[in-house]
Every structure is written in C-alpha cells, then in structure tokens.
C-alpha cells in the first residue's frame, strides 16, 4: 500500500516561512497529481495547490497564490509546499494527497498523508 509521508510543520511567528516535505514510499508509484491540502479546526478541508507528477504544471487556490509554492524533487521522490509571509489564517494541519483518477474534469484523491500541523502566532 502506497504511502505519504509529510514533515516539516511547526510553530512560526507570523511573516515567516515553512516548507512541508511529503515523500511517496513506493517510488514506482504514479499518478496524475500530488495536491496540498488543509483543514483548520471547525473548518472544511481546503483546497490549496496542486501540481502534476511529472513536475511541469501547478494550480493554486486564490487564497495562497502568491505565497504559496508547490514544487517536486524527482530524484529523491518528495513533493514541497513552501509556505511564505504566513499569517494566523493559515494555522491548519496540512495534507498532501495523490489523484490518480480524474472524472468529470476533478481529480479525486485517494492517497493521503497523515497531515502535519502548522501553527502560525501573531
């Protein structure tokens, strides 16, 4: 069973910066899309990037574009969501999720990560 891996939240004061790691365990594993993901207490998951397997093509959400970056390191299989001038929004445990299945134009996401928190103080 494929597995997500993610790390790299913490705790940062508001202006920095964290990048999240997320890496596939099975590195024969393929699919159409890695995304990035949050969900804030007593908040609906969010729909943050996402950018295609072969690392060439990204879409972001209104909310983070600008601040947000999503990139793939092919050589050692791990996915990055770099995450800039962060504010007290943006505290949400964070997830990575892979798509390989795609109807009606959405991708549906069926490989999760365990999620890694982020909590952003003023």
């Known amino acids: 069973q494929v597995q997500l891996m993610e790390s790299g939240g913490g705790l940062v004061q508001a202006g920095g910066s964290l990048r999240l790691s997320c890496v596939v365990s099975?590195?024969?594993?393929?699919?159409?899309?890695m995304g990035w993901f949050r969900q804030a207490p007593g908040k609906e998951r969010e729909f943050l990037a996402r950018i295609t397997w072969n690392g060439e093509n990204t879409v972001y959400a209104d909310s983070v574009k600008g601040r947000f970056t999503v990139a793939k390191d092919t050589p050692i299989n791990t996915w990055y969501l770099q995450m800039n001038n962060l504010n007290a929004e943006d505290t949400a445990v964070y997830y990575c999720?892979?798509?390989?299945?795609?109807?009606?134009?959405?991708?549906?996401?069926?490989?999760w990560g365990q999620g890694t928190q982020v909590t952003v103080s003023e």
């Open positions: 099975e590195r024969t594993f393929s699919a159409y899309v």
């Open positions: 999720a892979a798509s390989n299945r795609r109807r009606l134009g959405k991708f549906h996401y069926d490989y």
